[in-house]
């Protein structure tokens, strides 16, 4: 017997092991608002009540009309078919959420015992009637989003606080991205990417087209201005620099005369290159980086020598120290302005925001290519993540206890089904002084 009782244990472990995983228990509905729900509940028995009252009064009064004839036979008929019509839809309403009168009737308590089938009806139901591109892109163009958009940045409280909600988020940002995020990044990102990609075509087209529209000579001008403005201003300092290299032999009467020549002549070809555009250095050096550009793209000798100092800068332990210290300081500026509310980064984004709503309220056809846009995105969203988000609705409707859900929905909509006992009731006394009315008329 013992090794019966041992064989039994092992077959059933063995059965328990292999049985499927339970199924999670239903959760509860969270009643959201007590308050609410206590109003509603008031209102589903005061129309109850009226319900109810009426089948009453149809009862009295067929009790009291019974086997009269003339025009209490149709009172009485009248009364036979409410009553009829009230009971009947009395027990429609009532087979939705339990069984009438606690019998297990078939087709009855239809909302606990099929509600996983109702909740998947009504996935289907929102798929195929609210999620279909004509019905959005007409609600998104209805909702006119750009033009509220334009109208609520026009107030200046507003404005002001998306800019306190957009610098918040910053801070917060800056703050989470640490020294080792950026070591990690130069490290593993962009070093990487940028030995695998020749810099010689990169630079050399760049320096191409700097040259062909000219953009260099802003920069030309700006050195050659401050060079001049620093000789101008610093005569004593260039002297003593050139002294020093001066031969030990050259009289100091010579080397004043000399550096102070030079000092002259410097200026003199200084302020030649500043006033003339076209000087010969300017010419020259626009050569000297046009065969610089053409040998990035077409000498191997030149792309060979980028691409090895490329490398020699890319192994120097310093790129990351540097990138570091870079975007330290870059982070540290960043918070001080935008933590400031006077900060010109704040400022900045003010004004922006201002000019944005002012072209949202002025400009028609911006309003409409953002309108389109807003609509072509929620298609896209609809079209990729419907499915997702419609089976949501099945997916928590299943977890839902049954009785529970009956009894919540019940809350929600039986006031108004209470309607249908009460015009049965009504509709029914018609219909049955209608049918008297007739059968007499036969006879």
């Not at 015992?113 to 609600?139: P, S």
């Not at 593993?188 to 630079?203: C, D, G, K, Q, T």
């Not at 610093?234 to 050259?250: D, G, K, S």
């Not at 610089?292 to 990351?320: G, I, M, S, W």
């Amino acid at each position: 017997m013992a090794a019966t009782s041992a064989t039994s244990s092992r077959g059933s472990s063995a059965r328990s092991s292999t049985s499927p995983p339970p199924s999670p228990p239903p959760i509860s509905l969270i009643t959201p608002d007590p308050g609410a729900d206590e109003a509603r509940r008031r209102g589903l028995r005061r129309m109850r009540t009226v319900a109810v009252g009426l089948l009453l009064f149809a009862a009295c009064v067929y009790v009291a009309t019974l086997g009269r004839d003339g025009f209490w036979g149709f009172v009485n008929a009248g009364a036979e078919a409410s009553m009829v019509g009230a009971i009947a839809d009395w027990f429609a309403v009532t087979a939705l959420f339990k069984h009438p009168l606690g019998l297990p009737i078939p087709h009855t308590a239809l909302v606990p015992k099929r509600k996983d089938e109702l909740g998947k009806g009504l996935e289907e139901f929102v798929g195929e009637n609210f999620l279909q591109e004509d019905i959005i892109r007409e609600r998104v163009a209805a909702a006119t989003i750009s033009a509220r958009v334009g109208a609520w940045l026009e107030e200046p409280a507003h404005a002001r606080r998306v800019v306190d909600e957009a610098a918040e988020v910053a801070v917060i940002a800056l703050g989470k991205v640490r020294d080792d995020h950026i070591a990690d990044l130069v490290t593993h990102a962009l070093v990487p990417r940028f030995r695998e990609e020749p810099i010689s075509p990169l630079l050399g087209s760049t320096l191409m087209e700097v040259l062909r529209d000219d953009l260099h000579h802003g920069l030309v001008d700006l050195a050659v201005e401050e060079l001049y403005s620093w000789l101008r201003d610093n005569p004593e300092t260039f002297t003593r620099v050139l002294e020093e290299r001066a031969p030990w032999w050259a009289p100091p009467k010579l080397n004043d005369a000399v550096t102070s020549r030079l000092h002259v002549q410097a200026l003199a070809w200084l302020e030649d290159i500043r006033d003339d555009p076209h000087h010969r250095a300017r010419e020259a050096l626009d050569s000297m980086l046009g065969q610089l550009a053409h040998d990035l793209l077409n000498d191997e000798e030149t792309v060979r020598r980028t691409e090895a100092l490329k490398e020699r800068l890319l192994e120097h332990p310093q790129v990351v120290t540097t990138a570091i210290s870079l975007w330290k300081a870059m982070r540290s500026a960043l918070l001080g302005s935008i933590r400031d509310p006077e900060g010109a980064v704040r400022h900045r984004l003010l004004v922006e925001l201002s000019s944005f709503a002012e072209r949202l309220r002025d400009d028609a056809a911006l309003r409409e290519r953002l309108d389109r846009v807003a609509a072509d995105l929620t298609v896209f969203a609809v079209e990729r993540y419907g499915a997702e988000v419609t089976t949501v609705i099945t997916h928590t409707i299943e977890r839902w206890d049954g009785k529970e859900a009956a009894r919540r929905i019940e809350l929600h909509v039986g006031r108004d089904l209470q309607f249908i006992r009460i015009n049965g009731t009504i509709v029914g006394g018609l219909v049955g002084v209608l049918i008297h009315a007739i059968s007499l008329l036969v006879h």
